[in-house]
């Protein structure tokens, strides 16, 4: 019995994509909440969409696909500013309109530019595939990034929650803004190649929302939300092994599922709770001409 439980652990692809796994885990989970704060859910969808023109792009001109991905996600970023502040659309309609369109444009040009590229692990990744060098890779850019966010958690946490106030502070509330995205650009171009661009928004937003019903204080709401990405990343990497089904879509309903039992189980926040708090409502009074 214990050698089947670990029997995943003898391969190496196994050990690569756990350890990928938590990385981008941990990553997302500490953006996400921001994200959850910022009312920016919609945001890293938009973005993870829009990296694929950059992707084909870059794939044409030889260079580095993430060089690709990371420009075409900063642009949908500013695009979608740029309309929101010169048009009187709002900000969730622009991020659909330009993420759309977008992706549209990069399905068009990934179907008629000859590669080798499958289109399959661009969107749903490839998490046993990832590479040693891929590895270390991924583990740079999610050390820069923690670093950078948690080195300024405080300004970024005061532009999220209340940009008026962060303002008459003196903080630069859009270079905080535009740093956010750049650094959201960046884990999605992290997180691409295990979990794919349609996945990644589940990673983006699912740990912060599951830790905002579980906390009041944004310190263990990191904490929370990491330890459910983290716990949850490495469950769904095990599991997929012995039910034979892809890892990050695994990865992905684990954390789901975490997410409902916190909805309704939560100490303070969840629905079970509330209810039993709920007093039952007075017995109706008979009717009586008094009461007509």
């Known amino acids: ?28 989970a500490v953006l996400s909440c921001f994200l959850v704060l910022r009312g920016w859910s919609l945001m890293g969808d938009a973005i993870s969409h829009a990296v694929l023109p950059g992707i ?45 369109g977008l992706f549209a444009f990069g399905l068009v040009l990934f179907s008629k530019t000859p590669s080798d590229l499958h289109l399959d692990h661009i969107l749903f990744g490839n998490i046993l595939g990832i590479s040693a060098a891929q590895l270390w890779e991924t583990g740079i850019i999610s050390a820069v990034v923690l670093v950078v966010i948690l080195t300024l958690r405080k ?20 270079g905080l803004t535009y740093l956010l995205l750049i650094l959201l650009s960046i884990a999605i ?60 879509a695994c990865i992905v309903l684990v954390q789901a599922l975490v997410f409902v039992a916190a909805l309704f189980f939560a100490p303070r926040r969840g629905l079970l709770r509330r209810r039993a708090e709920t007093p039952l409502a007075p017995p109706a009074s008979p009717a009586t001409p008094a009461n007509l």
């Open 155 to 174: 300004d970024l946490l005061l532009v999220c929650f209340d940009p008026t106030h962060a303002r008459a502070l003196g903080q630069s509330v859009r």
């Open 189 to 248: 171009v992290a997180a691409m190649k295990a979990v794919g661009l349609i996945l990644v928004i589940a990673v983006l937003v699912t740990p912060g929302a599951t830790a905002l019903l579980l906390t009041q204080r944004f310190d263990r709401m990191l904490l929370v939300a990491v330890l459910v990405a983290v716990a949850s990343a490495l469950t769904g990497v095990y599991i997929s092994y012995f039910i034979d089904g892809a890892p990050a």
């Open 56 to 100: 084909v792009l870059a794939y044409i001109a030889g260079i580095p696909l993430a060089i690709g991905a990371f420009a075409s996600g900063l642009f949908c970023a500013v695009a979608t500013g740029w309309v929101k502040a010169n048009s009187r659309i709002k900000e969730d309609t622009v991020m659909g309109v330009v993420f759309t």
């Open 1 to 28: 019995m214990i050698e089947t439980l670990l029997e995943p652990l003898r391969f190496g692809f196994m050990q690569q994509a756990l350890a990928v796994g938590a990385l981008i885990a941990a990553v997302g």
